[in-house]
């Protein structure tokens, strides 16, 4: 009987003492570093594809990747034979690594946004205070202001709050861990 006490004991013990599973949640934000003509309602993108011209944009490099001889490139302009404006065309967001490696299931599937330019809200037109943090909004400026002194706050929270980024002040930001 007394080592089944011990025993019990020894299980409670060891209960008590043993670290608390925590549940984290990793909720990845990243307005400040689309740019002023993506759409609202995406607090995370990757890429954007431009259904009218068959290329993407990558949020993170700040570039577009297009297709040419048959190879996907970045590049930070896009020839003036395209005729593109960002502000006039149709984005869908696409969540996902080297997105021109699935081309062309994406010309199917987004098709039908094709001709759609000018039918989507874009950051720089949205008075909600989250999209301010955009680079390109025309209230940057006073959201940087009211946030953190003028540092350059940019919104990217994670865990509650916990882990915030901050723009240095040449466009990258610190803090965080990208996936």
């Known amino acids: 009987m007394k080592k089944l006490i011990a025993i019990a004991a020894m299980v409670f013990m060891g209960m008590a003492i043993a670290p608390k599973a925590e549940a984290k949640i990793n909720i990845q934000i990243n307005i400040g570093n689309q740019p002023a003509w993506g759409p609202t309602g995406y607090d995370y993108a990757q890429f954007y594809y431009f259904p009218d011209y068959n290329f993407y944009y990558d949020i993170s490099r700040g570039q577009y990747v297009v297709l040419n001889r048959n190879t996907w ?3 930070q302009t896009i020839p003036t034979a395209y005729r593109f404006n960002p502000y006039n065309a149709y984005k869908v967001v696409i969540n ?31 008075r909600e205070n989250k999209y301010y943090a955009s680079k390109g909004h025309p209230m940057r400026s006073q959201w940087q202001k009211n946030n953190n002194n003028g540092r350059g706050k940019v919104y990217n929270k994670r865990d509650e709050g916990r882990n915030t980024a901050y723009n240095n002040g040449n466009g990258r930001t610190t803090g965080g861990v990208r996936r």
């Open 96 to 126: 996902q690594n080297a997105p021109y490696r699935y081309n062309s299931t994406h010309i199917r599937t987004y098709a039908q946004y094709k001709g759609m330019g000018g039918r989507q809200m874009m950051i720089r037109d949205s």
């Open 73 to 75: 490139v970045y590049t």
